[in-house]
């Protein structure tokens, strides 16, 4: 959506939950007529609650478990926190809603709500688009970003020349390089199971096995039993990072081996690349997808990211 709007020549802000940004920074830069967008996390919605307010043109794209070691398994709170984006708006705003979360928001959407809500469909996007961030969520994204700037007045000519040159924003699915013929994808800000899944599914093809996963972490409470009965679809092989998570899931984790799933567990993320380079060959994917929170090894998903990235960029080609 920024990207588009800059491109369209919009005086345009990015902020939010947005790695390197203080959205507070920006305040004195913003101007009248100006647009800010921002990327809200439950958390900053908690205050848009308080203020009673949201923003003119919001954008929600689906509801998955997480933070539920916060929430303590109360998936209502979460979404109730998550609502404030929309709840508040006024007469003229807009509410672009992806289709496995609209039936939800107009149950509790009030019959005043003044808003005009766009339900999307999943793939709204012409066929001839040729996006190169990957994944059928990727598309998905895609299609809510397309429905957020049409309701701006951007032509589909700006907008599809936005998406296709758009290359992804760093720690989500980001390719790092290639070594010896192996791609190696970044992909830090995977702190859920559906997120890890995903990854895999953009990556790989089923019963491929071309994968080597780097996972692992500290635990949400969250269930990875979907996660792990998929991993061997397209995992030849599994690093494990240590972590409460991971000694949580030990046994379940441990049942990837009778599917013929090798399995490792490292101390360091250092080890766990060298690790990972060392079960691979030339056609691979190694994809590092912690499907955890970073806590305990890692200040949070960002530093977790630019450790990976740097000792990626050490790696030798032979």
Known sequence: ?????????????????VQGVSTLALLPQVAKGDIVVLELDSWQLQGFYEAKISPHIAVFTNLMVDHM????????????DKANIFLYQKAGDVLVAGKA?????????????????????PMALPEDWELKILGTHNRENATLAFLAL??????????????????????????????????????????????????LRAL????????????????????????????PNYCKAVVLLPGTGTEKNRILIQDLKIRNVE????????????????????????LF??????????????????????????????
């Open 1 to 17: 959506i920024y990207e588009g709007l800059r491109k369209a020549g919009k005086k345009v802000f990015l902020g939010g939950n």
């Open 69 to 80: 070691n916060y929430y303590k398994n109360d998936m209502g709170q979460y979404f109730r």
């Open 101 to 121: 979360i609209a039936e939800k928001i107009k149950a509790v959407m009030p019959d005043t709500h003044p808003a005009v809500i766009i339900e999307a469909p």
């Open 150 to 199: 049409k309701s701006l007045g951007l032509s589909s000519g700006v907008i599809r020349s936005t998406f296709e040159n758009f290359t992804g924003v760093a720690g989500r699915l980001e390719f790092v390089r290639e070594v010896n013929g192996v791609k190696i994808y970044n992909d830090t800000t995977a702190t859920t199971p559906d997120a890890t899944l995903a990854g």
């Open 204 to 231: 790989g093809q089923a019963g491929q096995k071309n994968i080597v996963l780097i996972f692992g972490g500290a635990d949400k409470t969250l269930d990875m039993s979907t996660l792990i009965a998929e991993i």
């Open 263 to 286: 399995v490792q567990e490292v101390k360091t993320l250092a080890d766990a690349v060298h690790v990972a380079i060392g079960q691979v060959q030339r056609g691979d994917i190694v």
């Open 289 to 318: 997808s912690p499907a955890f929170a970073s806590f305990g090894m890692f200040k949070n998903e960002y530093d977790r990211g630019e450790q990976f990235m740097g000792i990626v960029k050490t790696l030798e080609e032979k």
